[in-house]
């Protein structure tokens, strides 16, 4: 299994990025992908997964109406709109094999990429 995330920066306040989940060694169609994130000091938190067809998305509530979690089955790829960004969304983002919703799995997760919001 192999997992790399891609699309972190910097941005201000208000702005937009969004973060692409490259996947392989598994059949990416059959699996639920997620997004958590990791601030400094803190826990991880789970933040979106989305069922393998796509059809099913679930949001934590603090980037419920903000993020945007997608795929593309032919691609093996998984995205993460954000938009409105806030500085407590400061994070690295990591994306799953698997939804992460009811249980977190770090084994499951890619290297991760550096979000940053800030003035």
């Known amino acids: 299994v192999h997992i790399v995330e891609s699309g972190g920066g910097a941005v201000q306040p208000g702005g937009s990025l969004r973060l692409s989940c490259t996947a392989s060694?598994?059949?990416?169609?059959?699996?639920?992908m997620g997004w958590v994130r990791h601030a400094p000091g803190k826990d991880v938190e789970w933040v979106a997964d989305i069922n393998g067809d796509g059809g099913l998305t679930y949001y934590s509530d603090p980037v419920k109406g903000r993020f945007t979690i997608s795929r593309d089955n032919d691609k093996n790829t998984a995205y993460l709109q954000m938009n409105d960004l806030k500085p407590e969304d400061t994070a690295v983002y990591h994306c799953s094999k698997g939804g992460q919703r009811v249980r977190l799995n770090p084994a499951s997760w890619g290297q991760g990429t550096q979000v940053t919001v800030s003035t």
């Open positions: 060694g598994f059949p990416f169609r059959r699996y639920s």
